[in-house]
């Protein structure tokens, strides 16, 4: 057997072996430390912030802030930076390092604080669950099967294409489907931050209802990043009575108003 072949063996071996879980259970392919994953979110944060322009709104940034304080409290021990910038787009980002960035044509979106809360407890969900590292690490193995292919490759055109169909398998069915694993999974621990900070939770379908009026979703392709619309309240919708449960025993009603 090609020595090559047992380097690969060995690799796989490591690879599946380096697992944590998420805060929903999932296993978790893990390489990246997140001492680096942060610091990287915190470069890139700022190289955005330097680059983009910086809503400085009063209005909408005290709306913003005080959604965010209220999520923040759930997630105690954990200082999260949110920046709302000024850009038609109905969307919102997150990095490691609990970095949020706000576009500020969501707000024309999210009719209430409930619905607002929905979208940015679903980008802390990212952070919580580091999707980033988590893709991070993907990302490495996957160079690293492509790097090892084109060693094996010049040495044996057999393993080389065995090896080549090795990575394909890895982009298609690592990366992409977990793409939207790690949108759904985003999900549920926004709902669940929802939840427990107070809000409404049921608006957070109403979001995704607003944003199929305002920009529909039809992609249904497996390698589409992200869920359809559809998907989401049919997601959102199970386990909908599990978190007004939470919203019924949460201390206080926030009052954060546009």
Not at 111 to 130: I, K, P, R, S, T
Request: aromatic share 6%.
């Amino acid at each position: 057997m090609p020595k090559n072949f047992n380097i690969l063996v060995a690799l796989s071996a490591l690879a599946f072996s380096a697992c944590a879980h998420s805060p929903t259970g999932r296993g978790q392919l893990m390489f990246a430390s997140e001492k680096r994953t942060d610091e990287f979110g915190a470069k890139q944060f700022e190289r955005i912030k330097n680059r983009e322009f910086i809503d400085e709104d009063p209005d909408a940034n005290r709306f913003v802030q005080c959604v965010v304080a209220e999520l923040a409290k759930q997630t105690p021990g954990r200082t999260w930076e949110a920046v709302v910038f000024r850009n038609d787009d109905a969307n919102a980002f997150a990095l490691p390092g609990h970095k949020i960035g706000i576009h500020s044509g969501l707000l024309r979106v999210t009719v209430n604080q409930d619905q607002l809360a929905a979208v940015l407890g679903h980008e802390m969900g990212h952070v919580l669950a580091q999707h980033g590292r988590e893709r991070m690490s993907q990302q490495s193995t996957l160079d690293t099967f492509n790097y090892l292919g084109g060693i094996v490759g010049r040495q044996n055109k057999a393993a080389g294409a065995v090896t080549t169909l090795v990575g394909t398998g890895a982009q298609l069915g690592i990366l992409y489907p977990f793409s939207q694993i790690q949108e759904n999974e985003a999900d549920l621990i926004g709902l669940k931050l929802v939840a427990q900070a107070g809000f409404r939770p049921k608006e957070s379908i109403e979001f995704w209802r607003n944003m199929d009026v305002y920009a529909p979703s039809s992609r249904e392709s497996i390698l589409s990043g992200h869920p359809t619309n559809a998907t989401r309240v049919e997601n959102l919708s199970s386990h909908l009575n599990e978190a007004e449960a939470l919203t019924a025993s949460a201390i206080h009603r926030p009052e954060c108003t546009p």
